[in-house]
């Protein structure tokens, strides 16, 4: 389904052309397809149909709120890394029994709204933690669902661009390790063990690490069963990639009968937490050409989204398309795309051929992961608005922040 398209050359998003959204709303915008979100959830449902499965969407992909409302409406659970997460999926209608909680520094706060709260479980990254967890759950008389984040260390030379699933990181804890640890959890009070979880790394575009991964994973699990440990699910992560410009992510479709294959004769539920495949594609940032600047060497253009706005670029060097909402009848001419903040760091693309004045509008694609919910105020810019198109309709989603709400809660000392 191609959610964006071009009518007598005006882009669109579903049935709602960009040029009149951005003057209507102003600019820069977030702007998402319904029915890309839907799809792309629909595809891994359809995916991992054979087995007994919960997708938790990842919501430090995107937070919005709406975003979240949609997802839950659909049926998935939450994978969650903060407190702040917590609260968000809740206010957004998220059933508490479908949440999975992951990230090495939770705090006891966080452990307590969680326990609350009522979430599945708590992914424990270190012995550290499961003590305080254990403490924690002990104090509020709950019992705390326990599941480890294994670092299954997936061989770093044939996959050179895993990032977490490596022994060298900060996540999860080292698979030999593991069977130690999960008696551990059995022998302290107001802990059950439910689980296990990887998650190897993000951006993958290629399935191999991901089902080494799982082997790994399964062949634990084995282990811990014969020494009496039932798990009762098996949480094998996020991470499949998408296409921001010539990559080809795995076919989740291929990913499903691997891992249907794996599961056959098995009890356990499998988890999956992807953030980036289920939003990334749905999403574009609308910017306005401020300023051209041709130079000898480079021209720029200068525009009203910046690194604060939709960071990848500066972070990662990350690549996004960036096309002209209406391209004019003209030559080409080469640009780096830059935003107005006050760093060498703030670009949003280089050595773009486009045919554009000052004025006009353009779309970075595949803007619908870690651009709004990574988006900060630095340099007292307020952050973008957020459009959710469903068909014809326009949904505000986030209005556009306001400078006095960005100076709430500051106060002068007298
Ligand atoms: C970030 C993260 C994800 C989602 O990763 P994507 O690459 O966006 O799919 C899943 N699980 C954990 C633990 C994460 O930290």
Wanted: with cysteine; hydrophobic share 45%.
């Amino acid at each position: 389904m191609n959610t964006l398209h071009r009518i007598d050359g005006r882009l669109h998003l579903e049935d709602v052309a960009l040029d009149t959204l951005a003057e209507r709303f102003g600019t820069p915008l977030y702007v998402y397809s319904r029915q890309a979100l839907e799809t792309a959830y629909q595809d891994y449902s359809r995916a991992f149909a054979s087995i007994p499965h919960l997708i938790c969407y990842a919501v430090k992909a995107n937070s919005s709120l709406a975003i979240l409302n949609l997802f839950a409406r659909l049926g998935a659970g939450f994978d969650i890394v903060s407190g702040g997460e917590l609260a968000r999926v809740l206010a957004a209608g998220g059933d508490p029994g479908k949440i999975v909680f992951s990230g090495v520094g939770k705090t006891a706060d966080e452990m307590r709204a969680a326990l609350a709260a009522g979430i599945l479980c708590f992914n424990v990254e270190s012995v550290s933690e499961l003590h305080r967890l254990s403490r924690v759950a002990s104090d509020v008389g709950k019992v705390a669902p326990v599941s480890f984040r294994v670092n299954p260390d997936v061989d770093p030379k044939t996959h050179p661009y895993i990032s977490t699933g490596l022994k060298e990181n900060k996540f999860g804890v080292p698979i030999a390790e593991a069977p130690a640890l999960y008696r551990l959890a059995a022998s302290l009070p107001n802990l059950e063990i439910t689980g296990i979880d990887c998650h190897i790394g993000s951006q993958l575009t290629e399935l191999l690490p991901l089902t080494d991964a799982a082997d790994r994973v399964l062949a634990l699990v084995d282990t811990l069963a014969a020494e009496g440990m039932v798990l009762r699910h098996i949480d094998l992560g996020g991470g499949i990639g998408i296409r921001y410009r010539d990559e080809i992510p795995p076919d989740l479709a291929v990913y499903g009968r691997e891992l249907a294959r794996r599961f056959a004769g098995r009890r356990e539920t499998l988890l999956l937490e992807p953030g980036r495949s289920l939003v990334g594609n749905a999403g574009l940032l609308l910017t306005r050409v401020e300023y051209l600047k041709p130079g000898t060497d480079k021209n720029f253009a200068i525009v009203d989204a910046a690194m604060n706005d939709l960071m990848r670029p500066a972070l990662y060097e990350a690549y996004h398309d960036i096309v002209a909402v209406t391209p004019r009848n003209a030559p080409a001419r080469r640009y780096d795309i830059v935003g107005p903040v006050c760093e060498t760091g703030d670009f949003l693309g280089f050595a773009r051929d486009l045919a554009i004045e000052e004025g006009d509008f353009l779309a970075l694609l595949s803007a619908g992961a870690y651009g709004m919910s990574m988006a900060s105020n630095y340099n007292s810019r307020p952050r973008a608005a957020e459009i959710l198109i469903d068909k014809k309709e326009i949904h505000i989603i986030r209005d556009r922040e306001t400078q006095s709400a960005m100076m709430a809660g500051e106060r002068l000392v007298c």
